[in-house]
């Protein structure tokens, strides 16, 4: 089984713009959950898909968005980004069976200049 | 709101000794679950053992063994042989069994250096 694929690896952005990341979860999986890991505040939760509704979301400003597709696929918009943004991105996937193993990306590194 | 501390922000250790690393964490639900997880180089998070609370057995995976201590709400894991590929941050999570979710709450991390 392929593992989760989050592309890009690298991303490059300047203050203002906005950035789309993308997230495949492991085949079967229906659960999709963000992090952002940043070496001051560490790995913090961001929102978390299951069957294209979200399910819980963590204390971040609306400009920090997502969605999942019905194929289960994820994505996570931030609009009008912002220095404290750049960051690794990482998204992790489960069969959603309570107990289950969250499985991880290797991560999208954004850096906003 | 629940709380993992590892207060240990690095650690070494020689190649083929034992070495624990400590997490706290605070919650006031009875049923959840512990993880550690490994960040090589690679960034990708690796689930290294985990944990149930309701279980009194500790958790182990070859190398790997936990010291969960329910009452002290203490999870440190143990590292045995340790190897080189063993070098990595470690990451202590907690996750809740209310409401479905899934969320992860981690701690700070561990950076753990293995001398050949």
């Known amino acids: 089984k392929a593992g989760v694929t989050q592309t890009p690896r690298y991303l490059i952005k300047t203050r203002g713009q906005q950035v789309t990341l993308s997230c495949s979860p492991i085949s079967g999986h229906r659960s999709v959950s963000w992090y952002q890991q940043t070496p001051g505040q560490g790995l913090q939760f961001l929102f978390e898909y299951f069957s294209e509704t979200q399910r819980n979301k963590g204390n971040f400003p609306g400009r920090f968005s997502g969605r999942q597709f019905s194929n289960s696929r994820s994505e996570m918009n931030v609009s009008t980004l912002e220095l404290g943004d750049s960051a690794l991105y990482l998204c992790?996937?489960?069969?959603?069976?309570?107990?289950?193993?969250?499985?991880f990306g290797s991560g999208t590194q954004l850096s906003v200049l | 709101a629940q709380t993992v501390t590892q207060s240990q922000p690095e650690m070494s250790v020689q190649e083929a000794e034992t070495v624990t690393l400590s997490c706290t964490y605070d919650?006031?639900?009875?049923?959840?679950?512990l993880f550690w997880y490994k960040q090589p180089p690679s960034r990708q998070m690796i689930l290294v053992i985990r944990q149930e609370a309701y279980k009194q057995q500790n958790a182990t995976e070859n190398r790997f063994s936990v010291n969960f201590q329910k009452a002290a709400k203490s999870f440190s894991l143990k590292i045995s042989d340790s190897q080189l590929g063993d070098a990595a941050m470690y990451f202590c999570a907690y996750r809740g069994t209310q409401g479905g979710s899934e969320k992860l709450v981690f701690g700070k991390g561990m950076k753990l250096t293995v001398n050949p």
């Open positions: 919650t006031s639900e009875s049923d959840y679950y």
């Open positions: 992790a996937s489960s069969s959603s069976l309570l107990g289950e193993k969250l499985f």
